[in-house]
């Protein structure tokens, strides 16, 4: 397997010093190539299960394997995209796409190897403007580049469209599939969008909340693209949303309880 | 109507004001010398290069006291930053420290330097560094711990995260830091100025109210103010407002 997550669980404490669980006895394998999607509802962990798959939060238990090698601190042979665009304001586009090889590769190299990839998003003519210059699509694109350029086997997402409008996100979903397609990357996809998950993914993992667990591993077995198959795709849907009811209808009435309660 | 239509008739009145009073004899020359007195002070002391001197006198203390402020004020913000017992002991120091106007230090500088302008630069220093120094301290705190995740998703860590990412992502508060910490020195240049030795701006103030000569303390006072605004607009604001714009902290 190339990603084993082995028996996690992450804990913090809460204001009266309790332990709460966060995530409780994940247990996960993706193959090298495949496109993994971890869907949930806010706050099942699904971030913070990602963020540890990247080194940057600790679990309290278990262990992760990327590659046979166990995971304790960040590394490039993991990209990441978060929600926003995180790029450095003060650097224009080529010099943020470069930013992760400076030390590996020469100037020309790297300028390369970032040009390449930000064709690949289709921003090719803009490796000159700087960050406030362009719109939260064209930024997120730029951030896929920058993370792809530094050649990770993984490429972590987490709800990188989450942000965006309606046809933008139509759209990079087109342009990550290819992207996909033609670099044979894993991913993990974060997201709470059914649909999304659909779109894209060939596993589809369902996470509940309360604490984090992993309530469903779905395949879906359809041709891409999948904008044909719309009828197959609205049936998954149902289906998924059938195990998510019961987890959203979980956190409104702990929420209403709350709000009685204060 | 522009603002700087505006501006010209404000001023315009004022001075006119100003004039008139003084030659209906409103009050005596003494008390409020006219707007004509004042401008041919001005110009006999551009004439005999007093106020020249005084200028670059004035500009070269203050060049080396805010530019020794600005180190200072960098390496004090980076060490409280990064360093909470050093935030809990000396940065406490520091936030009384910059409570204390920096001119009250004159007296002890004196004594520690003489009567010279190692003095006053030392108060011009003093004037700089504190608010530089919390400036730079805040501006470090607040880097958005995305940029700094994004950074270790790529491989940064230590000096080289520092040096590539939370530095430059705190450049806007040290702009601002330096704006204030250029403010600070310059009123503590002319306060230091004032109560120790020439040749100054602030020393030929008093030099010019120990004789008398009104017109001259008024010309030095609207120097002192043009020259803090003009550096305050023209170049503090602008470098100010295209770094926020850049950073995309203003659109």
């Not at chain 1, 930024?139 to 050649?151: C, G, P, T, W």
């Not at chain 1, 591993?217 to 949303?241: A, F, G, S, T």
């Not at chain 2, 004899?25 to 020249?52: H, N, Q, Y």
Request: proline share 4%; glycine share 8%.
């Amino acid at each position: 397997m190339f990603i084993t997550i082995n028996q996690v669980q992450k804990q913090y404490s809460d204001k009266n010093n309790q332990p709460v669980d966060i995530l409780k006895d994940i247990n996960l394998t993706v193959q090298k190539g495949e496109f993994v999607s971890i869907l949930g509802p806010s706050g099942c962990g699904k971030s913070t299960l990602l963020s540890i798959v990247a080194g940057l939060t600790k679990a309290t238990s278990g262990e992760i394997l990327v590659n046979n090698i166990k995971i304790t601190k960040p590394g490039k042979d993991r990209g990441m995209v978060f929600q926003q665009a995180a790029l450095f304001p003060w650097l224009n586009v080529m010099e943020n796409v470069t930013f992760p090889l400076k030390k590996e590769m020469s100037k020309k190299q790297a300028e390369e190897q970032a040009k390449k990839h930000l064709q690949m998003v289709q921003l090719g003519n803009y490796t000159g403007h700087y960050p406030h210059e362009l719109s939260g699509g064209m930024q997120q694109r730029v951030a896929i580049a920058r993370a792809l350029a530094m050649n990770p086997d993984t490429l972590l997402m987490d709800e990188p469209f989450g942000a965006l409008d309606e046809q933008t996100r139509a759209r990079l979903h087109g342009q990550l599939e290819n992207i996909w397609t033609e670099t044979k990357k894993t991913i993990l996809f974060v997201t709470h969008s059914i649909s999304e998950s659909i779109k894209l993914s060939d596993r589809i993992v369902v996470m509940g909340t309360k604490p984090g667990t992993i309530i469903q591993d779905i395949k879906v077995d359809l041709p891409r693209p999948r904008e044909k198959y719309k009828k197959e795709m609205l049936e998954i849907e149902d289906h998924i949303m059938g195990y998510l009811k019961r987890e959203i209808d979980k956190v409104v009435s702990e929420e209403l309880s709350n709000a009685a309660s204060s | 109507m522009q603002p700087a239509v505006k501006r010209i008739i404000f001023f315009a009145a004022i001075i006119a004001f100003w004039e008139i009073g003084s030659r209906l004899e409103l009050w005596m020359p003494i008390i409020l010398p006219s707007p004509t007195m004042v401008w041919d002070a001005l110009v006999t002391g551009f004439e005999d290069k007093t106020l020249i001197y005084d200028l670059a006198a004035s500009f070269k203390r203050l060049a080396i006291g805010l530019g020794i402020s600005l180190v200072i004020g960098m390496g004090l913000g980076v060490l409280l930053a990064k360093s909470k017992t050093a935030d809990e002991t000396l940065g406490t120091v520091i936030l009384a420290l910059q409570s204390v106007p920096s001119i009250v230090w004159l007296p002890l500088a004196i004594m520690w330097f003489g009567m010279n302008e190692k003095a006053v630069i030392f108060v011009v220093v003093l004037g700089g560094a504190f608010v530089m120094t919390l400036n730079v301290r805040v501006g470090i705190k607040n880097v958005s711990p995305l940029y700094i995740k994004a950074a270790q998703t790529m491989g940064a860590r230590g000096w080289d995260l520092f040096a590539r990412v939370i530095f430059p992502a705190s450049i806007p508060y040290m702009v601002t830091g330096a704006r204030l910490a250029w403010a600070f020195a310059w009123r503590a240049l002319m306060a230091g100025e004032l109560l120790s030795t020439g040749p100054g701006l602030g020393y030929t103030l008093r030099y010019a109210s120990d004789f008398g000569n009104m017109s001259l303390v008024i010309g030095v006072m609207i120097i002192i103010g043009v020259i803090g605004s003009i550096v305050d607009q023209l170049i503090f604001q602008r470098v100010e407002k295209s770094v926020l714009q850049r950073w995309g902290l203003e659109s």
